[in-house]
């Protein structure tokens, strides 16, 4: 499985972003695709998940602002960021899950000035 990610760079605080994940070769039976996200100093966390039915999981930092969706028919995941805060800079880790495994894309720079 390769992801390609897409999005992100800079914005200032309150605008939005919307960052990509495209999943290509071995795709079938991928299950859950997302993000994580990694600040200097800072572990990684969780910011957002889907599962192939649609159910989705959010950070606590980021529910009510961002929103991850999933177009199974193009093996993409899409993570809308609204409301972008200072402290939502960071290094984004798109994700996908398959049959245990974990395979990462490229990070992606989000950097809120403020």
């Known amino acids: 499985v390769q992801l390609q990610a897409s999005g992100g760079g800079l914005v200032q605080a309150g605008g939005s972003l919307r960052l990509s994940c495209a999943a290509s070769g071995s795709i079938f039976g991928i299950t859950a695709m997302g993000w994580y996200r990694q600040a200097p100093g800072k572990q990684r966390e969780l910011v957002a998940a889907i599962i192939r039915s649609g159910v989705t999981n959010y950070g606590n930092s980021v529910k009510d602002r961002f929103t991850i969706s999933r177009d199974n028919a193009k093996n993409t995941a899409f993570l809308q960021m609204n409301s972008l805060k200072v402290e939502d800079t960071a290094v984004y880790l798109c994700?996908?899950?398959?049959?245990?495994?974990?395979?990462w894309g490229q990070g992606t720079q989000v950097t809120v000035s403020s």
């Open positions: 994700y996908a899950m398959k049959l245990g495994d974990t395979y």
